[in-house]
């Protein structure tokens, strides 16, 4: 074989390979899409085709960022296979068709928008690395893109006639909410997971990261759960999320962090769904919609908090790297130096000055400069 058909058979070879890829990635996220907006679906409270609770918003503003918008296809089949067949609504009807492709592309166009901006203004998915990023990411989640898509999804429904025009800031509302809270607690654990850099095994970093785990479960079966009963008293336990909130934040970082604030708001929609928790309201939608403001209110500055410490440490760590450089030069100087301070004596030497002067370090540190001058050349 020549080397020209080599670099064919490599070229062919590679495009086969990275197709295989691509069609895997859309249909993983496609299926994950259908699946996570029919468990959304089933919990829609107010309308039939609005959830307070969406977590593919998240899943899919995550997965572009991180994979691409070349995944959009598997957001717009995803949707609209789970948007078709909501309810046992018949897939071939002209009203279906037009609301599920219009809350499809509703959909596709909040991730795609989104991701979009997040790329241009915020440095793509690492956005989580920083305060100010982090503070662009809940901004780009608040607007446009769930509007874009709350807007799509009740527009459609109230031109088909299967929404009242009298609910439709309510539906609207719910729409809204239920996809900023997804893209602030689901899409920042789905990147920060993706892309995880897995370092050395560490015993101490499991156990911290365990111990945030922990520590989320603890406080939502005792704060959230139905499985206690809920009282005036149980209620003021939901403060206690702060807790493994801020461990996660000083200790563990960003990931573990948006992994934290995933579980607690899993135990608060559980203990919201069974009509207890500390959001319970006249209506189950009500409900959902104080902890979506609640999980917003814990996400957004726990995010922001761990960004801060991270950067932190991420600096403290490059001047303690600089200051390990820059000593090793001066030890290994190929000239003699020294410091010395106002007295005259000796603060630091390295290794050349001590053979120009033939004195051992420990000998220097308790002498002065003027010990080694010839009292002549003293002036």
Not at 17 to 35: D, R, T
Not at 115 to 140: C, H, M, P, Q
């Amino acid at each position: 074989m020549t080397l020209v058909q080599q670099r064919k058979s490599d070229s062919v070879l590679g495009t086969a390979i990275w197709l295989a890829k691509y069609i895997a990635s859309l249909l993983i996220l496609g299926v994950s899409y259908f699946a996570l907006a029919k468990a959304g679906l089933a919990l829609a409270s107010i309308h039939p085709s609005a959830s307070p609770v969406w977590p593919c918003t998240g899943v899919a503003l995550g997965c572009v960022l991180v994979g691409g918008i070349r995944l959009w296809p598997a957001i717009l089949l995803g949707a609209f296979a789970a948007n078709a067949t909501n309810g046992g609504a018949d897939p071939t009807s002209a009203d279906v068709l037009l609301t599920s492709s219009a809350i499809a592309i509703g959909n596709t166009l909040e991730a795609v928008i989104g991701a979009y901006l997040i790329n241009r203004w915020s440095d793509g998915w690492r956005t989580f690395e920083t305060t100010i990023g982090v503070a662009k990411f809940a901004l780009v989640a608040l607007a446009p893109g769930a509007v874009i898509s709350a807007t799509a999804g009740v527009g459609s429904l109230s031109v088909a006639g299967l929404a009242d025009s009298e609910n439709f800031a309510p539906i609207w509302l719910t729409w809204w909410l239920g996809d900023v809270a997804s893209a602030l607690v689901v899409a920042p654990a789905v990147v920060l997971w993706l892309t995880a850099r897995f370092r050395g095994f560490r015993w101490t970093a499991l156990l911290e990261t365990l111990l945030a785990f922990v520590g989320a479960c603890a406080v939502g079966a005792a704060a959230f759960s139905p499985l206690l009963e809920q009282t005036t008293q149980r209620t003021a336990l939901a403060f206690l999320a702060v807790l493994p909130l801020i461990w996660a934040a000083l200790r563990r970082g960003p990931r573990d962090t948006a992994t934290v604030v995933l579980i607690l708001t899993g135990f608060a929609v559980w203990g919201t769904l069974a009509g207890g928790g500390p959001f319970e309201a006249a209506t189950l939608n009500d409900a959902f919609l104080l902890l979506i403001v609640f999980v917003i209110s814990i996400a957004i500055p726990s995010l922001a908090l761990s960004a801060d410490v991270a950067m932190r440490k991420r600096v403290e760590a490059t001047l303690r790297q600089r200051e390990l450089d820059l000593r090793a030069i001066f030890s290994q100087a190929v000239v003699g130096i020294a410091q010395v301070d106002t007295t005259g004596r000796f603060k630091l030497v390295n290794d050349r000055f001590c053979e120009i002067v033939q004195r051992a370090k420990g000998d220097l540190k308790a002498m002065s400069i003027q010990d080694l001058i010839h009292r002549d050349s003293a002036p």
